[in-house]
């Protein structure tokens, strides 16, 4: 049974309580970078893999897709999206991605924000991505860190008095499950290092465009602990097209 952790009450209540989830793609930090390698969407027909609330399906539809499907394993995600994204070039389907199958060529786009750590097995997921998309299309995605990633927790290390050390980095080469916590919440995500990452789009079709450890954007210096996200990645965010 694949973890549907959004649509536990309490969790989901957290997540809507987050700038991103109120302010849309300006109250995320990785926006900006992530902003400047989509591609053109005039005409395309896009898919959105764990597309959440739905915001970058709408960014997509208001720049001129022919077609936008976002999917989700979440229920109340995809609520929220048509509340707040809908569209009518914008159609959203309820399916853990994994689950999701599509004839050859059907899209010239695919996107994915801050999904594929949660997927358990990405390399079988590529393969099938590959396959649904058109020659020449084009494959952007982010996720966390494999640095972010590595350990599990997702803490830093303090000193006796609270104050923050650093990050720590282990289990590196050693993928699978992590056991982290995330809102407050007992989550399960799953690491792979940047070489997995990276060699599993070449060897299924893939040409690398831009590959970026964004980091936060200087209007957002002043939020509190925003400087301390120089200090480590938190996010990776690979561009890359069908050859």
Not at 32 to 48: I, T
Not at 160 to 167: S, T
Request: hydrophobic share 35%.
């Amino acid at each position: 049974m694949k973890e549907n952790k959004y649509d536990d009450e309490s969790f989901f209540k957290k997540y809507s309580e987050m700038e991103r989830s109120k302010q849309g793609l300006k109250g995320a930090g990785e926006w900006s970078e992530l902003q400047k390698v989509l591609p053109e969407f005039n005409g395309k027909r896009v898919l959105d893999l764990g597309c959440g609330y739905g915001w970058h399906c709408l960014y997509a539809a208001q720049n001129g897709a022919r077609y936008v499907l976002g999917t989700d394993i979440s229920e109340k995600m995809l609520i929220a999206a048509k509340l707040k994204n809908s569209h009518e070039v914008i159609e959203y389907r309820c399916s853990a991605m994994e689950e999701l199958d599509f004839p050859d060529g059907s899209f010239d786009i695919v996107i994915s924000s801050l999904a594929f750590h949660y997927v358990r097995d990405f390399k079988p997921l590529v393969r099938k991505i590959s396959s649904w998309m058109a020659p020449e299309g084009a494959f952007v995605f982010s996720v966390e860190h494999p640095v972010f990633t590595s350990r599990g927790d997702q803490d830093w290390y303090y000193d006796e008095e609270g104050k923050i050390l650093h990050f720590p980095v282990d289990r590196y080469y050693y993928e699978g499950e992590r056991a982290a916590v995330f809102l407050g919440e007992h989550v399960t995500k799953y690491h792979r290092t940047l070489t997995t990452y990276l060699n599993t789009l070449l060897v299924n079709g893939f040409a690398f465009k831009n590959i970026i450890e964004p980091q936060p954007p200087e209007e957002m210096m002043d939020i509190p602990g925003m400087k301390d996200e120089m200090r480590r990645p938190m996010m990776l965010i690979i561009a890359a097209q069908k050859k």
